[in-house]
């Protein structure tokens, strides 16, 4: 397995990155004792990159996702999204940044199924306390091909749709950097390819910063660059990588 400084060495975190992760552990109690879930994790997000995290199953890659959105908070080391640390904000502080500076798109794309997809969309900036222009909500589905669909449930929509629907709605409060967990877990690979397609176009074209867990070598050759976790800690890197090369340090991993 090649290592991290082999590929990407260890940088200090500069007023350009979208999140950084400094000495990030996560330890969590359980029947057996202390599980350490993070192992000192340093990392930085440069803005406007694509970034997958992979690593075989229990190495990490959805706490660290969840501790870098301030959905979790790390036992040890610190998370700063935007040059704000978040340790420093109380969980009100924390929603309201959440709601401003990012976005979430999930395998299960988590829709509300009783309001139309012009609502879902809507939604996280009037949580925010902001009343979204039917115009801006509009563009933002043309954004994602999903003109004339403003109207419909979620239940009359295919999964890629939906998937489509939850990226609109990560997109529309315009935020700093996106989280997505396995957002092309539950789809065929055609509708994944579209999804994926989407997401490189948000980094490439309107500047968002993606970090995206995935297990899916093809679908992590999307990104700029890939990191790769191995028991809680960060074991190697590949900068855009084929799906083949991917699948090459995964079976390492997985040796």
Do not use: W
């Not at 694509?50 to 959805?62: D, E, I, N, Q």
């Not at 980094?203 to 297990?215: F, K, L, R, S």
């Amino acid at each position: 397995m090649t290592t991290l400084t082999d590929h990407e060495p260890r940088r200090a975190a500069t007023r350009t990155d979208a999140v950084v992760l400094d000495g990030v552990t996560k330890t969590y109690k359980s029947k057996a004792g202390q599980v350490d879930a993070l192992r000192g994790i340093t990392h930085a997000f440069a803005s406007s990159t694509f970034t997958a995290v992979m690593g075989p199953s229990g190495s990490g890659k959805s706490t660290l996702l969840q501790c870098a959105a301030g959905l979790d908070r790390p036992t040890k080391g610190k998370v700063i999204v935007a040059g704000t640390d978040l340790a420093k904000l109380n969980e009100v502080a924390l929603t309201t940044m959440r709601r401003s500076t990012m976005g979430f798109v999930f395998q299960s794309y988590n829709l509300l199924p009783a309001l139309t997809v012009f609502d879902n969309v809507a939604l996280p900036l009037r949580l925010a306390g902001k009343r979204p222009s039917r115009g801006e909500v509009l563009a933002t589905l043309a954004q994602v091909g999903l003109d004339g669909h403003h109207g419909r449930r979620p239940a009359e929509l295919s999964g890629g749709q939906q998937q489509r629907v939850a990226i609109a709605r990560a997109l529309i409060a315009r935020p700093q950097v996106v989280f997505a967990d396995e957002p092309t877990g539950a789809l065929d690979r055609t509708t994944s390819h579209q999804v994926l397609d989407l997401l490189r176009t948000s980094v490439d074209e309107q500047g968002h910063t993606i970090a995206m867990v995935t297990h899916d070598p093809v679908a992590a050759s999307y990104a700029h660059s890939v990191i790769f976790l191995e028991d809680g800690r960060l074991v190697g890197s590949l900068q855009h990588g084929s799906a083949s090369q991917i699948a090459a340090m995964m079976s390492e991993l997985e040796r």
